[in-house]
């Protein structure tokens, strides 16, 4: 029997993911990480080694943009890891005007919602045979301000928008991470795997990486100790890992405290949660993406 856990995460070249796949190395924890740069894997994982020595870390590349990548890095992990302890879907980013993938997605939609769908979708036969397997999705309290919810045109509109408004954008993919979380644990249970989702706070490292003041901002920020990134690591590894969590699944949980969060509507709407799912899981079939 292998005397380490498995844990794939996405977007752990920088910011949370980054952290939080240091935090479960020192716990002695194999990664499986997604990278889109060889460059930033090769840095992530000295950082990785100078906190955690005898870590072991793979790398999967690939584009998460894309949902043809996504299959790939998919297929791939699945060969090389039938079982999987843990997902921990963190990747994400704000974008502040639109642009259009090379498969016709809105980017935001694409790299936030979508693409975790997928991986987990693609993942979910790994997962189930570890037996005691976790999902954790990281959302947002930007959830709350999203907008109005229309599916499923939401998942293919690519109108134009400004750096003002795509904060109504950046929080719809959050809500839906959340609807996503509630169904996929409903139809999870008594699979042995538990899916929750989390509000990992405001962090520096979520300032956007367009924004170009956002590195100066951060310090600025850091040196009055706001946003601080550690408290977003803590509740990911913690739903990751703590005892506490296991038997929960569905649920949204806080920064901090931990405790579960009633998430806007229609985030815990069962019928729009399982009309998502319907609408998603139609959407990536027609484009060929899953069977």
Known sequence: MEAYQIGVITGATSGLGQLAAIELAKRGMKLVLTARSKERAV?????????????IVDFFYGDLSLMADVKRIGSEINTAYPKIDVLINNAGLHGFEQRITKEGFPEMIAVNYLAPWLLTHLLLDSLMESKNARIVNVASEASRKHGRLSLPEDLTDTSEFTAKGSSLI???TKLLNIMFTGELGRRLEGKGV??????PGFNVTGLGRELGFSSVLAKILNAFHVGDPRKGTDIIVR???????????GGYFNVGSGKRIVPIYPGGDIKMQNHLWDV????????????
Do not use: M, W
């Open 194 to 199: 538990a899916v929750n989702a989390l509000n």
């Open 170 to 172: 950046y929080g719809k």
């Open 239 to 249: 739903l990751a890992t703590d005892p506490q969590y296991q038997e929960v699944t």
């Open 280 to 291: 998603t899981q139609k959407l990536l079939h027609e484009n060929g993406f899953i069977n």
């Open 43 to 55: 840095a992530t994982r000295n950082r990785i080694k100078d906190v955690a020595p005898s870590a």
